[in-house]
């Protein structure tokens, strides 16, 4: 270390005292190694809807994931120059309440079929292998293989026809094949794609058609609103062996709302969603694709981000293959570093030693969540919160019980985090009360407020809401005072964000919770 130190010293300096810059880069790279992910995906409810569930292992800090085991994603984060494997379980077997098989496809858009499909990924279905947390007995997969390339321009896209099979029922147009469920709610249809409703003999006397009224205006057999620029047979029914077709060729000017509708019954009918065929990007120019099945509803939304930068809560390591200084995850310098360890086993082994006199060695808090299982990536007093944080769910950052325990405060408080752009979520990760105690209050903060509209959150406390903090659009902050919700030992909280604005979504969030 000692001669280390005194290479870096020399480097630093030339002979004449001046900084030698040159000299002084050569020893350091910042690059971040590209992140490798193998992950698994698999559905567990009953229906051709039902989620998309994710699992995945903790990886290096700069990405920041935590572990997820069948979780339900409203997002998937992926990284420029990043290599993926995804294994999907649900593919070629039907696992928990589950009723049918599940593919799936990468895709530029949210749409069913195979068009549009990112050419970036290779498929497999010559692989069986068991996933922690997913099964332990191993299954035939279907393995999807891609690098994300380091830049990339998204394609002009193509268009496509999608057909909807349509039955009805009192009340309703019932749906199968590429849309499921009765009076469901349609898209996003594309503007220059072509879609044809296959109408069965069960649709006779319920002729059917497209409107802009949203049903507001209904009177029976009057088709009021009815729109017809790109539609071809307007108000087919089935008959008695015969499908009639109605088929609508997406105009360029399009409203981005139409419905469909019954001609004679009112409550026959639901909406549909109209977009331009181009690819999605955030208001930041992230590119948006997305994890899709052949039914247009069973998708999740993948968010392909920039590679990383170097954090707060990375050291600068000696690489003797490189022979320079290199960034490294703490978590890997401390599992890397025999004698680190050692000490730490050494001081968890003794139960005998008080967390009082642990913390001059090595904080508390690492200590406990070792003796429980927690990983260290989860205890900000090791790892920062941007660690954590930084993953697609709010998630508990550092809880101030030890260091105001020590000073006598009766007023205490946990902070919450998420950073990056928001998006709505149901946020998965959970903080624990230490004791039993009261809430007090709760104080919302963004570095990039909402506009549009505000940003809207729910605490959950054991699964269920029991308040609901808020920013309004174009504001940083929001407080909720005079709260009087009891938790005891055990009892924990979660966050989801109900609300993002409209036009901003708004970034980095930090939500204080006040307890005593």
């Known amino acids: 270390m000692v001669s280390r130190n005194r290479q870096l010293a020399a480097s630093i300096k030339d002979s004449s005292g001046a900084l030698a810059v040159e000299k002084f880069n050569n020893l350091f790279d910042n690059t971040i190694e590209p992140e490798t992910l193998n992950f698994a995906v698999d559905v567990r409810g009953a229906g051709q809807n039902a989620h998309w569930l994710w699992s995945w292992n903790p990886t ?20 420029k120059a990043g290599t993926y494997q995804l294994d999907n ?60 390339p380091a830049a990339f321009t998204p394609p002009t896209l193509n268009t496509s026809t999608v057909q909807y099979n349509v039955g009805a029922t009192t009340g309703a147009y019932v749906f199968s094949g590429n849309a499921s469920g009765n009076n469901t709610e349609l898209g996003p249809l594309y503007r220059g794609n072509t879609y044809e409703f296959l109408l069965d003999s069960t649709t006779a006397g319920h002729p059917f058609y497209l409107t802009t009224d949203s049903n507001g205006e209904y009177s029976a057999t009057s088709y009021g609103g009815e729109y017809t620029s790109g539609v071809t047979n307007s108000r087919a029914q089935g008959s ?46 992230e590119t948006y694709l997305y994890f899709q099945h052949s039914q247009e509803q069973h998708k ?42 050692t000490r730490v086993e050494e001081v968890i082994g003794d139960a ?17 969540a070792r003796v429980s299982g927690v990983d260290s990536a989860s205890v900000s007093a090791i790892v920062d919160s941007d660690y954590v944080s930084s993953r697609a769910d ?17 007023e205490q408080h946990t902070t919450l985090t998420q950073n990056l752009t928001l998006y709505v979520m149901n946020g ?20 990039t407020a909402p506009t549009g509209a505000g940003l809207n959150l729910r605490v959950n406390k054991n699964g269920s809401s029991i308040a609901t903090p808020s920013i309004a659009a174009g504001a940083t902050s929001g407080s909720l005072t ?5 938790m005891n030992a055990g009892d924990y909280l979660t966050v989801d964000i109900t609300q993002v604005g409209s036009t901003v979504a708004g970034a980095n969030l930090s939500l204080v919770i006040v307890y005593k």
């Open 240 to 285: 008695s062996g015969t499908t009639a077709t109605m088929t609508f060729v997406v105009p360029a000017d399009a409203p981005d709302t139409l419905d469909y509708q019954c001609g004679n019954h009112q409550a026959m009918n639901g909406s549909i969603t109209i977009k331009d065929l181009k690819v999605d990007s955030s208001g930041s120019g």
């Open 89 to 148: 379980f649900a593919a070629y077997n039907t696992n928990g309440n589950s009723t049918q098989t599940h593919l799936i496809k990468l895709k530029w858009i949210e749409e069913p079929g195979d068009a549009n499909l990112v050419d970036w990924v290779t498929y497999d279905s010559s692989n069986t292998i068991a996933f922690e947390g997913v099964t332990s007995t191993p299954q035939k997969t279907q393995r999807l293989t891609w690098s994300v």
């Open 428 to 447: 998965s990760a959970r903080w624990y009360a230490p004791r039993s105690l009261t809430l007090q209050s709760m104080a919302a903060y963004v570095q």
């Open 394 to 410: 709010v998630t508990s950052v550092i809880d101030s019980d030890y260091v105001t325990a020590r000073v006598g405060s009766t």
């Open 300 to 341: 999740t939304r993948v968010r392909i981000k920039e590679s990383p930068t170097i954090v707060p809560q990375m050291c600068l390591t000696w690489n003797g293959t490189k022979a320079k200084y290199v960034p490294q995850d703490l978590r890997n310098y401390m599992d890397l570093t025999p004698s680190f360890v």
């Open 60 to 79: 290096t800090l700069p990405y920041a994931r935590a572990p997820i085991t069948l979780s339900n994603e409203g997002e998937i984060p992926l990284y």
């Open 352 to 368: 005998a030693l008080d967390s009082a006199y642990t913390a001059g060695l090595i904080d508390s808090a690492y200590i406990n």
């Open 482 to 486: 005079g709260l009087t919700e009891t």
